[in-house]
Nanobody, 127 residues
Framework: QVQLVESGGGLVQAGGSMRLSCAASGRTFSSYAMGWFRQAPGKDREFVAAISWSGGNTYVADSVKSRFTISRDNAKNTVYLQMNSLKPEDTAVYYC????????????????????WGQGTQVTVSS
């Protein structure tokens, strides 16, 4: 079992920046690929970014590419999502997720690949 707790959400003006953190506890964090998803009101949960358990490979959705960056610190059991140039359409609940992975370089963009989910943190971008 892995427990995930997101933090860092809140209210920010359009054009601003915010960094989300996801702290993991339980089983060995470094053996899990990690991902961030988001869900806006009335919409499906969508993929935002993913990172391999080695940290060497990342993948970011086209909708946020060049603005969002995912990273991890295995020594701190934490994964981050740095969000820059935020837009009102980025408003959503952001979730982190963990996927058991045999391969150090693997990352996943499908919700079904993830085994554990956090409770989410609200990000609101005002115009």
């Amino acid at each position: 079992q892995v427990q995930l707790v997101e933090s860092g959400g809140g209210l920010v003006q359009a054009g601003g920046s915010m960094r989300l953190s996801c702290a993991a506890s339980g089983r060995t964090f470094s053996s899990y690929a990690m991902g961030w998803f988001r869900q806006a009101p009335g919409k499906d949960r969508e993929f935002v970014a993913a990172i391999s358990w080695s940290g060497g490979n990342t993948y970011v959705a086209d909708s946020v590419k060049s603005r969002f960056t995912i990273s991890r610190d295995n020594a701190k059991n934490t994964v981050y999502l740095q969000m820059n140039s935020l837009k009102p359409e980025d408003t959503a609940v952001y979730y982190c997720a963990a996927a058991e992975s045999v391969y150090s370089g693997a990352y996943y963009s499908s919700r079904g690949e993830y085994h554990y989910w956090g409770q989410g943190t609200q990000v609101t971008v005002s115009s």
